[in-house]
């Protein structure tokens, strides 16, 4: 599979090391010139790393693992209320967004108590549309234990998190990020995230596996660029219409406006609406894209 990198060194002879990665068949995603410096988001297959590596030693510049690159990660609360936001579910966020993710924040309708706590059907929809999420569920263990029965046919990998340090037979429980009133700064506090996120990072691991053991058609990185490079999807500042995900793409634009034209986009000799489905997401009113893979388009074994 394609694993995701930022490249961090100087302008000069730069073009070497962006010819390099498409030599190997990589995907350069951005480029961003800072006076004498450079960063370039980049994709490239595994195997071919340690070649890069070479040329990035000669380029005397940095190599930055980005694992969650391709992923989109929801962050569910059981509110949007003050009583659980901002913290630490903001501090969550911003934490995986550093390491490549592109994350959501899900408030739940009737998420306050034990007592009347529910997560529906329409809001588990929403959640299964993201690769992997992170829920924080309170300050106590009673609690988070009655919370957790709800999650029940969820197939993603998710993470629990909550008050108490350590909760008995739930493996994928991390503790102390229960309420608080300030940011997570101190080096505590960062070592918790950390744990959040290499728990998160070992389950999705085990599915990056799972996917290699019968590979999709095409990496959703080629399936991104043909799709920006054949239709203007460009919108406000800062939006990027194309989201990856480990199985596909987000595409966030109106479903009934474009699924026909992403239908009908081009990617080697096939059309995308041939080797993938489309739906409409339930989180709002954007494109679900999920490719099939090998054997279903019968370039299997």
Not at 115 to 138: L, Y
Not at 253 to 278: A, M, N, Q, W
């Amino acid at each position: 599979m394609f694993k995701m990198h930022l490249y961090k060194g100087g302008i000069y002879r730069h073009d070497e090391f962006i010819e390099a990665i498409e030599d190997l068949g990589g995907i350069v995603m951005q480029k961003t010139p800072m006076q004498t410096e450079v960063d370039i988001v980049f994709a490239i297959p595994e195997y071919d790393m340690d070649y890069l590596k070479k040329i990035i030693k000669k380029l005397k510049g940095e190599l930055i693992d980005i694992p969650f690159g391709d992923m989109e990660i929801a962050i569910v609360a059981p509110s949007l209320s003050r009583h659980h936001l901002p913290h630490p579910v903001c501090d969550m966020s911003e934490f995986l967004r550093r390491y490549g993710s592109t994350t959501n924040i899900v408030g739940l309708a009737r998420g306050y108590g034990k007592t009347i706590f529910q997560i529906s059907d329409k809001e588990k929809r929403i959640v299964s549309e993201h690769d992997a999420a992170i829920f924080s569920f309170g300050m106590f263990e009673e609690c988070i234990l009655l919370k957790e029965k709800e999650l029940k046919g969820l197939t993603l990998p998710y993470v629990l998190c909550g008050g108490p340090g350590k909760i008995e037979n739930v493996s994928n429980y991390v503790g102390n990020l229960g309420r608080k009133s300030g940011r997570m700064r101190g080096p505590e506090e960062i070592k918790t995230l950390e744990e959040v996120k290499n728990l998160l990072l070992e389950m999705v691991d085990d599915v990056r596996e799972e996917i290699g053991k019968d590979p999709l058609i095409f990496p959703p990185v080629y399936v991104k660029r043909a799709i920006e490079q054949q239709w203007d999807l460009s919108g406000s500042l800062g939006d990027n219409p194309v989201v990856l995900h480990l199985d596909g793409l987000r595409i966030k634009k109106p479903f009934d406006e474009y699924h026909e034209r992403i239908s009908k986009t081009k990617v080697g000799e096939y059309e995308l609406g041939k080797i993938s489905t489309l739906k409409k997401s339930n989180m709002n009113d954007t494109i679900i894209l999920t490719l099939k893979t090998k054997s279903e388009v019968g370039e299997g074994p």
